[in-house]
């Protein structure tokens, strides 16, 4: 396990190995495992979009085991109440005294797995707001920092709508991407047959090769990755051009998503070994970003588009 990280190629090189060790159990899914290790190195969050069955959580979990970070998974279910995944206070006896101490849910993790989160309930889906923003959480008149690193991965099932609350627009924009997750091709499906049906494996038989101290590195060197002038005032532009298409979309972008897009492209640059951020790196992060930050007016969604045919126009 690496704790010192001096350049570029040190962080390239462990990528590579995650990357290479992820997709031992994790078939097919390349795009979205290489989307939320930069989520992470830009030390924030990431929403998981697709079918059942095409390895959301495992991909979760997988990175959690090679990451060696402590990790809680949280089921999304319209029952959950804020306290059951802050933590709650409870009344204990020490020294013939009792006294009330605060017990921490799961959501005290340096990962978090919120599974089908559009199954919550909005009161506990702005329980994990402050957490995912602020990176801490205020139960009564004390606050609780949150271990660092820490970043909360979520996945919601785009089809089934009945017993759902759709997040609200403040809460997706905390989402540094929206990652979808797509059907796997024919050869990755074969392959995953091969490996599912007549091995039996799991990310157990994974072991760590980073940990909180390096991820912390990571996330620092991707701050200095430097950028041109022209591929800032590219990024502006772009996230401009979302509020000025009023033909297509309702309300843009906000600045968090000019940082956003502009960290996750310096935070591509550097897993691919390069100290400089190029344009491609940025129509490459625009989907991503962008694509849950846009509300599309009803003359899109007459035409039967959405956010990423919006997104792939404005880049043209």
Same mark, same amino acid.
């Given at each position: ?18 990357l290479?060790?992820?997709?031992y ?18 030390? /924030? ?15 979760? =979990?997988?990175l ?22 802050i933590?709650? @206070? ?11 101490v605060? +017990?921490?849910?799961?959501l005290f993790? =340096? ?10 309930? $909005? #009161? ?29 991965? /979520?996945?919601?099932? $785009? ?6 609350y759709?997040? $609200? ?8 991407? #929206? ?12 392959e995953?047959?091969?490996r @599912? /049906? ?9 072991k760590?090769?980073?940990?909180? =101290?390096?991820?912390?590195?990571? +996330?620092?060197m991707?701050?200095?990755i430097?950028?041109? =002038?022209?591929?800032k005032? @590219?990024?502006?532009?772009?996230? +401009? ?9 309702? @309300? ?9 897009l ?5 935070a #591509? ?16 992060? /625009? ?30």
């Amino acid at each position: 396990m690496d704790s010192n990280i001096k350049s570029v190629q040190d962080v390239k090189r462990i990528v590579d190995e995650v990357l290479d060790h992820a997709e031992y159990i994790v078939v097919g899914q390349e795009d979205v495992l290489k989307q939320v290790i930069i989520s992470i190195l830009c030390g /924030a969050n990431a929403l998981l979009e697709g079918y059942p069955g095409l390895a959301k959580t495992l991909t979760v =979990n997988t990175l959690a085991k090679l990451m060696n970070l402590s990790f809680s998974r949280i089921q999304g279910t319209p029952d959950l109440m804020p306290s059951d995944i802050i933590g709650t @206070y409870v009344l204990e006896e020490m020294n013939g005294k009792r006294d009330f101490v605060f +017990q921490k849910g799961p959501l005290f993790a =340096n990962m978090v797995l919120m599974d089908e989160i559009n199954r919550a309930t $909005p #009161k506990t889906q702005s329980a994990l707001l402050e957490a995912m923003q602020e990176k801490q959480v205020t139960v009564g008149t004390q606050v609780f920092k949150m271990d660092q690193p820490f970043f909360v991965l /979520a996945t919601q099932n $785009p089809i089934e709508q009945e017993g759902t609350y759709p997040l $609200p627009e403040a809460q997706s924009d905390r989402f540094l991407f #929206k990652i979808k997750t797509d059907y796997p091709s024919k050869e990755a499906e074969a392959e995953i047959l091969n490996r @599912y /049906a007549e091995e039996n494996r799991s990310n157990d038989e994974l072991k760590p090769l980073l940990n909180a =101290n390096t991820i912390i590195q990571m +996330q620092n060197m991707v701050r200095k990755i430097p950028v041109a =002038n022209d591929i800032k005032d @590219y990024v502006v532009r772009l996230v +401009q051009k979302t509020r000025s298409h009023k033909e297509l979309i309702e @309300y843009g972008a906000s600045p968090r998503a000019s940082i956003g897009l502009l960290m996750a492209a310096k935070a #591509k640059a550097l897993i691919e070994g390069r100290n400089y951020v190029s344009k491609e790196d940025i129509k490459e992060m /625009a989907l991503p970003i962008l694509r849950h930050r846009i509300i599309l007016n009803f003359e899109a969604e007459r035409n039967n588009f959405d956010g990423d045919d919006v997104v792939k126009y404005l880049l043209k």
